[in-house]
């Protein structure tokens, strides 16, 4: 095992890996920017580097700046959380050319599936059903005759890229070229790469992703589904684990493609694979993200499995101790709670945190980075903690992230808190029937949803 880490990444995500660090006996080094120089994982750490200035793309993601920290420290590998430079291949192999370990997939492995055209291509080879559409990139013409053979409405995406960014819905031919101009500036400023492809949109439509850890030996462990339906923008803001829409049958078959597909391409580490249901026909592949999610800890709670320990150990050359299918109990919900404004179209809100209570009590864990007094900089992502519970059953669960909820007290800037208890004391939630498209179809008769 490791015992020195560097941990490429900031706010909760690098609070948590820290805490496991600390818990294998690992020493941590943080790196930060000027804007997080008091942030609390730059004080948990055993040792924190300055890699710039606020601007993400002048500290965080400059590849030579965080490497130098892990050498100069004496890191005998790098965590790179998610967001940043987690997914970014030329990253995964300046960390090798300095005889540094990689935390995730090779980077080989990385980009071949980090381009969301090539990552079709090959779970389609793999047997794995696949949205109908381009078979990758294409070109505003070949966009188009795509679109009249599979039909409208369609999703432009970046093949580069996440989160939403490059991404367009499209109703019909008169809105294709402008969509197309669009979502390609998008993608070219987010990404530095601007090429789209096409698929059809599945309505409605259930987001679901599978979790799975891969060793270096060819084990493969399969830890279940996450829902991840309830969506703003294409950005998660609710998920569950199991699915209320899944049956067993369905289960076996995402889990059995997701492994088929592993062997395939060679997966290292921890890594997500994304599928649409839709109201039938098989479960759709859509893409696959090779780093931790924002939700894991869903997972973690219904299989007990530490997935940041397990990722440690694997880039540590150990085999994963049990393959196949993760044990699984009881349900977890995970609400993320974000520094914006749901009344103005979710804008982000920095601002000063004058006051933050998290709920404490049975089978509720809070993932955060978040202390009374902090200023919430305007240069990162807006979320600023997870609140995620476990119980018995859906309804238990259910139950339980309401109380917390409520007990969660965050004053001196907006968040979506009373957005994510509308959802889920909501009928369609409670019941378990809901899509993508839940928060539009919800907007203006959930109360946090409604003009102030």
């Known amino acids: 095992m490791f015992s ?74 790098v965590h790179p959380g998610y967001g940043f430079l987690s997914e970014n291949p030329a990253f995964a192999r300046a960390c090798a050319e300095s005889d540094l370990v990689f935390v995730g997939p090779t980077p080989d492995v990385m980009e071949r599936l980090g381009d969301k055209a090539q990552a079709k291509q090959e779970l389609r080879a793999a047997g794995v059903p696949l949205v109908p559409g381009t078979d990758g990139p294409a070109s505003l013409e070949e966009i188009r005759a795509a679109a009249r053979e599979i039909g409208y409405p369609v999703l432009l995406k970046a093949t580069a890229g996440g989160g939403g960014r490059g991404m367009r819905r499209v109703e019909s031919p008169e809105g294709l070229a402008e969509s197309f101009g669009a979502a390609s500036a998008e993608a070219e400023a987010a990404f530095g790469d601007g090429s789209l492809y096409l698929e059809k949109i599945v309505m409605p439509a259930r987001h679901v992703e599978v979790q799975v850890l891969c060793d270096g030996a060819g084990g493969i462990l399969t830890l279940g589904e996450r829902e991840c339906s309830i969506q ?8 569950e684990s199991p699915s209320a829409a899944v049956t067993p049958e369905t289960r076996e078959e995402l889990e059995a493609s997701v492994a088929r597909a592993c062997a395939s391409v060679g997966y290292l580490g921890a890594g997500t694979f994304e599928f649409l249901l839709g109201p039938e026909g098989p479960p759709f592949f859509i893409e696959v993200n090779c780093r931790l999610q924002v939700e894991h800890p869903v997972t973690e709670l219904v299989t007990g499995i530490d997935l940041v320990r397990e990722q440690l150990r694997i880039a540590a050359g150990e085999r994963l101790e049990l393959t196949g299918r993760a044990p699984r109990r009881g349900h977890a919900i995970e609400v993320r709670i974000n520094a914006e404004d749901p009344t103005r179209g979710f804008v982000p809100a920095p601002g000063l945190v004058e006051r933050f209570r998290p709920p404490l009590g049975p ?13 919430i900089p305007p240069f990162y992502d807006s979320l600023i903690a997870k609140v995620i519970v476990a119980d018995d059953d859906r309804p238990a669960a259910i139950a339980r992230e309401i109380r917390a909820l409520e007990e969660l007290d965050v004053a001196g800037i907006p968040t979506t808190r009373q957005l994510a208890l509308d959802v889920l004391r909501s009928p369609g939630f409670a019941d378990g029937n809901y899509s993508t498209g839940y928060l539009e179809e919800m907007e203006g008769l959930l109360p946090s949803l409604s003009p102030a």
């Open 232 to 239: 703003r923008r294409h950005q998660k803001l609710v998920e």
């Open 4 to 77: 020195r880490v560097l941990v490429a990444n900031r706010g909760e995500i690098a609070v948590r890996v820290i805490r496991a660090l600390r818990e294998l006996g690992i020493e941590a080094v943080a790196v930060y920017s000027t804007a997080d120089a008091e942030a609390l994982h730059v004080r948990l750490a055993d040792e924190a580097v300055c890699v710039g200035p606020p601007a993400a793309s002048e500290s965080y993601l400059r590849i030579p700046s965080v490497v130098a920290a892990a050498v100069t420290t004496g890191c005998e590998a």
């Open 363 to 375: 089978g509720v864990r809070v993932d955060t980075a978040i202390e009374e007094g902090m200023w």
